[in-house]
């Protein structure tokens, strides 16, 4: 993925400045800020959900994001909510999808509904389908919200997993914890793209 002089604002609030990021295969990224910096902005901006003010974002292949608040429908189950996304992929079987789920715990919950999941249930099956079409390129906005401690050591060995398989991972947070786990670390400040966690802890 390859990012260039991106800048955004929302009427006189400018929140982006000249963002650059390269975004090489086979890499864990994070991209660490304090709340207001931008994050969201910017993890909009490179899924296509918001076009900015100013710059181009290129990527290639298979794209996934899992935004923030998990886009889930209550009244559907675990199940439905694959099948759905495995018609909308255009996928011919869940087995991805099953692999990833056994991963993070989620296979037991199956046929629940999304309404009576756990916070943290909710956000297993929000990274599911994230992942469930095998995207080269994966934008996670604060992926491990509510995970137990569990949950959370499994969604780093699936990063690890997949980053060994050639995908390329961008976890954004505000946090700068666990930063030995990526292989790249940025801070947004000021609207820019810094090396490191400049003033993130
Ligand atoms: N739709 C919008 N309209 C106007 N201002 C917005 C909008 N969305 C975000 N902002 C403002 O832009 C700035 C950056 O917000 P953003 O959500 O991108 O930050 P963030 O780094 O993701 O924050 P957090 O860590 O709290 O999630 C904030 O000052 C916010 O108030």
Not at 105 to 132: C, F, I, P, W, Y
Not at 157 to 174: F, K, N, P, Q
Request: charged content about 25%; proline content about 3%.
């Amino acid at each position: 993925m390859e990012v260039r002089d991106v800048r955004h604002s929302y009427r006189r609030r400018t929140v982006l400045r000249g963002v650059d990021l390269h975004l090489r295969p086979g890499v864990v990224a994070g991209i660490v800020g304090e709340n207001g910096a931008g994050k969201t902005t910017l993890m909009k901006i490179l899924a296509g959900e918001l076009r900015p003010g100013h710059g181009t974002v290129h990527h290639r292949g298979r794209f996934g994001y899992c935004p923030q608040r998990a886009v889930l429908n209550d009244a559907l189950t675990v199940r439905q909510h694959l099948h759905f996304f495995r018609a909308a992929f255009r996928l011919t079987h869940v087995r991805h999808a099953e692999g990833i789920m056994s991963a993070l715990g989620l296979a037991s919950h199956v046929d629940e509904r999304a309404g009576e999941l756990s916070g943290g249930t909710r956000q297993k099956l929000n990274l599911t389908l994230a992942l469930m079409h095998d995207p080269q390129v994966l934008l996670l906005d604060e992926p491990y919200q509510g995970f137990d401690w569990d949950t959370y050591r499994r969604f780093w060995e699936l990063a690890a997993r997949l980053r060994d398989a050639g995908r390329s991972i961008l976890v954004v947070s505000h946090l700068a914890y666990d930063t030995e786990r990526l292989d790249e670390l940025w801070t947004l400040s000021g609207g820019l793209l810094r090396p490191g966690a400049v003033d993130a802890q």
